[in-house]
């Protein structure tokens, strides 16, 4: 198979699924951490001059990587940088829309610039951004679901209309990622996402960008199209931590699998390319909550259902009302026999 050169905007998921590919692909560009946002948005002029003294004011966690794609935020060179060198391919998705926006404001030079908050960005503006090349800056943090409807669909048509002048519609891959609701642990069993940062997460995916995806498909028909099987496990052990968007083995083989079938000329593959996997990925799936409920039976057996929830720490996370509810779900005897002891804890 002849090397395709790809270029990813999108989350981490776009990329790694290419971490088995072997020499089938390479890449030319790759964008993270940026929302349609702060992608399109306006530089700020008297940044650019300063911005020359950045590469030794400014210590970038990971090197050059992080380096470039925070640059290319502040700079908002992106789109410049992907129009002198960029691959055949499109890979692109919408997650990294779910990041608030940052506002950086001088109200005294009348300049607004508006970044994307991510982790990355989050950490060296702690560091550093706020000591030097922001020191006189006011940050307001603006949560995705303020922007109306109307906002969005004008953002996603703005950003077609710029990437369709460097790819071809039909080099356009759109991968539509969504968060897992559940993530296996190393020994094989079955937890939800329950804390309360990856709780918004995953709402807000399913609020937002299920709507990002629309906007983007209703503009751009000629582009393929990625649908994800239900039954998605998140992974404890992943290389890059516990979170709803790094997922088990197979959730990027079945992408790679897709990918193969677009760039080798056979898009027509997908459909059954998704049905196998959608038997694969509930496959995985029951296996887990079957492993998981004898687990629970077999220690419910030894020593009651209040002390086997003690051992998931989703459970110890949360409130008294709450870890209540849970027993009297489970366990209506249990929490009535205990209901005077939990009220005066």
């Known amino acids: 198979m002849e090397e395709k050169k790809i270029t990813v905007i999108g989350s981490c998921v776009c990329r790694d699924l290419f971490e088995n590919a072997g020499d089938d692909f390479s ?9 349609p946002i702060s992608m399109l948005a306006e530089p700020v002029d008297f940044l650019k001059a300063e911005n020359q003294h950045f590469l030794k004011d400014v210590k970038v966690v990971n090197g050059n990587w992080y380096r470039k794609n925070i640059l290319n935020d502040i700079n908002k060179t992106s789109f410049t940088a992907l129009e002198e060198r960029h691959g055949e391919y499109l890979v692109l998705d919408f997650a990294e829309s779910r990041i608030s926006i940052a506002e950086l404001s001088w109200p005294e030079r009348n300049k607004k610039l508006l970044l994307s908050y991510s982790v990355s960005f989050r950490e060296h503006y702690n560091a550093s951004f706020k ?14 679901l303020e922007y109306t409807d109307e906002q969005w669909r004008q953002t996603i048509q703005d950003f077609y209309k710029k990437i369709t002048k460097i790819f071809d519609e039909e080099k356009i891959i759109l991968i539509k990622n969504m968060p897992a609701e559940h993530y296996v642990d190393a020994n094989g069993y079955l937890h939800p996402y329950s804390s309360k940062d990856h709780f918004e997460s995953i709402l807000l995916c399913k609020l937002l960008i299920s709507k990002l995806n629309n906007y983007f498909l209703e503009v751009c028909k000629g582009c393929k199209v ?93 409130g008294k009302k709450q870890k209540a509810l849970i027993l009297f779900a489970l366990d209506k005897k249990h929490f009535f026999r205990n209901f005077n002891k939990m009220r005066k804890e």
């Open 226 to 318: 990625i649908e994800i099987p239900p039954h998605a496990i998140g992974m404890q052990m992943h290389k890059w931590g516990n979170h709803p968007f790094h997922f088990t083995n197979i959730y990027y083989d079945y992408l790679l699998k897709c990918v193969r079938s677009i760039t080798s000329g056979h898009p027509n593959n997908l459909e059954s390319v998704y049905e196998e996997y959608s038997n694969a990925f509930k496959d995985e799936y029951d296996s887990c909550v079957i492993k998981t409920a004898t687990r629970m039976k077999a220690v419910q057996n030894n020593y009651g259902i209040e002390e086997l929830l003690k051992e998931y720490e989703d459970y110890n996370h949360l």
């Open 131 to 144: 000591k030097n090349i922001f020191k006189d800056a006011k940050l307001v943090l603006h949560n995705p």
């Open 27 to 35: 890449f030319h560009t790759d964008f993270r951490f940026f929302s």
